[in-house]
């Protein structure tokens, strides 16, 4: 692994798992009266659009973090679809 692999890591890990707490909380709670469907909505269309861009690269820090965040994210969606 290249220290440019390293820190790609390091940077996916931090970014992706800063979304359980919310994920958990949110999911916990149900309390969603502080989470903008808007920004939501617009977060995981652009993740999702990360998330391809690493397929099209092969990219796998870029592929993993995407995938994971974008399920936490999505899950945090769904969820205040869902309770509105």
Same mark, same amino acid.
């Given at each position: 692994?290249?220290?440019?692999? #390293?820190?790609?890591?390091?940077?996916?890990? +931090?970014?992706?798992?800063?979304?359980? =707490?919310?994920? +958990?909380?949110?999911?916990?709670?149900?309390?969603?009266?502080?989470?903008? #469907? =808007?920004?939501?909505?617009?977060?995981? +269309?652009?993740?999702?659009?990360?998330?391809?861009?690493?397929?099209?690269?092969?990219?796998?820090?870029?592929? *993993?973090?995407?995938?994971?965040? *974008?399920?936490?994210?999505?899950?945090?969606?769904? #969820?205040? +679809?869902?309770?509105?």
């Amino acid at each position: 692994m290249t220290s440019t692999d #390293l820190i790609g890591y390091s940077a996916a890990f +931090l970014t992706t798992f800063s979304f359980v =707490p919310q994920a +958990l909380h949110s999911w916990k709670s149900r309390d969603l009266s502080g989470i903008s #469907l =808007p920004m939501y909505s617009l977060f995981s +269309l652009g993740v999702l659009g990360w998330f391809i861009y690493g397929l099209m690269i092969t990219s796998w820090p870029v592929i *993993l973090a995407n995938g994971i965040t *974008l399920v936490l994210a999505c899950t945090v969606l769904i #969820l205040k +679809l869902k309770h509105r």
